[in-house]
């Protein structure tokens, strides 16, 4: 039989779980979009929010939030092929492998050429979608988030798999299809698009800086379909992610226009060049992302997965102990909570705050090198290991990230401490302190990104409360235990496209047996879940 790992690898004792600018950049324009994962102290984001409960259905496309964009809805309209030059695919395109382990909802095929000097993108993908509901679909939505922005987004052409023009209709931020014939549950559809980005200048996941361009959410995406709610389709908050990803395959061409130097080139996924275009794969993945700039790069190889780190040239010393740290990371986290499901992982120092995890890729804020002092004790390290874990913890099992985000972030915040007692034990108390109890955490884990008008609050209540309570349940039920659940909500991420707060306590019932109740009434504003009801 095999043993379990354990949490803590010391020769003698078990640690007391309980005492133990260089340049200004660019205005934020939507700050209240990048109020992420990496919970720096400082960040706080004035505003004021009012949300209403939905649910998206089938023939009502309502969305989940009010629109906090500021400009009006988008004009993107079709244009003649002609009108902008387009990418050419490669001359060849070898096929995906053939998928038969997971549940595959979509493939994108994408070619993308960036104008480095212009900042500008042209475009031209196409998506298969696999129908894998119950449901018959007769339209079709797309999450195109770049038309949240004011003359960012612009479409050229919409056509299905037969080169035919499909008739569509903007709503609050996503294009929806009407289909030429209905989607039969466990059909497919192909779609082709042509379009163009002009970057925006700011300082987040998809927009320019003076060092560097990002691209997250770049491309449009089909949503997640949950039976009980129907299409899952969030509208930002004034912190916090607001999207939920399907699993899907990526087959991306990369193609760089360079200025008077040569741009460095970060993507997510493993890369080849052919043709002058660097071609990038990536499987069973929530989404795509990648950046541009004049980085320096670390690279090395743990549990056989290839880390790649991407930093300014100001910052090789820093650069080199976030590198460490994510690669200690990927090993720890290989051991307790499953094998990492990439080949690859990468690193990207960021002109913008705090942290943001993409599928095989995350980036790290800047001013956290900037500060770094070549001690665990910065920012720097935990943050590194918060977004390396969310690999795991919204990667691997994906979340609702806007009515559910402790899903995904108390665990990433509590996988750090699992980071430092087995790095550096003689911290944990340290951590307790620096990154939980110094900010007296209050309020119902279970919030969602919309009950929050400021990032501080925010975190308090769901990262760091959250973390909370992780750690009275692992005193509850003890190490192995505890451990045994880990690794059975992951189970429970591989075989359900989006979890829920119910697949958690469903996981938490089946290991341990415990009552849940008593920690749901104490940490969570709705403490109605009934196992016997709801667990399988």
Known sequence: MMETPALHQEPASIVSWLTRGRRLGWVL????????????????IPATVTTTPHVATETAMATSAPSLTPTAEPTATILPATATPLPMPPPTSAPLPTTTHYILWATYSLWATLD?????????????????????????????????????????????????????????????????????????????????????????????????????????MEPPYVAERGWVINQPGHVGEHLAYVRADYDVYLRLIPGESEPILAASGYRQTVDGWHHCRLTNARNFAWSVGEYETISGTVDGVEVTSYAFADHAEEAQAAFSATMQAVSLFNELFGPYPHDTLVLIEADFRDGLEFDGLYFLDRGLYQRYNDS????????????????????????????????????????????????????????????????????????????????????????????MLLHEMRRQVGDGLFLALLQAYVQAGLTNEIVTADTFWCAWQEVTQADSRPLRQRYFADAAFDPVESCP
């Open 376 to 467: 665990p004790r910065e920012y720097l390290i935990p943050i590194a290991v918060h977004e390396t874990a969310h690999q795991w913890w919204q990667g691997l099992v994906g979340n609702d990230q806007a009515w559910e985000p402790w899903l995904d972030e108390a665990m990433a915040t509590y996988s750090e401490l699992l980071f430092y007692e087995r790095h550096y034990p003689d911290l944990v108390e340290w951590w307790w302190y620096f990154r939980v109890n110094r900010f007296g955490p209050t309020g119902a884990v279970d919030s969602a990104i919309y009950d929050f008008d400021q990032f501080r609050p925010y975190v308090n209540t769901v990262y760091l409360r959250g973390a």
């Open 29 to 44: 324009l939507f700050l209240w979009l990048l109020a992420a994962c990496g919970t720096v102290d400082e960040a706080e």
């Open 116 to 220: 480095v000097p212009q900042r500008q993108l042209t475009v031209t993908q196409t998506i298969t979608y696999v129908n894998n509901t119950a449901v018959t679909h007769t339209q079709l939505p797309l999450l195109v988030e770049p038309a949240r922005y004011d003359r960012v987004f612009q479409l050229h052409s919409l056509t299905d798999g037969h080169e035919a023009a499909l008739p569509f209709a903007w709503d609050n931020g996503h294009l929806l299809l009407t289909l030429p014939a209905p989607l039969p549950p466990a059909d497919h559809l192909i779609l082709h698009m042509a379009y163009s980005l002009a970057m925006p200048a700011q300082q987040i996941a998809l927009g320019y800086t003076p060092l560097q361009i990002n691209l997250g959410d770049w491309y449009p």
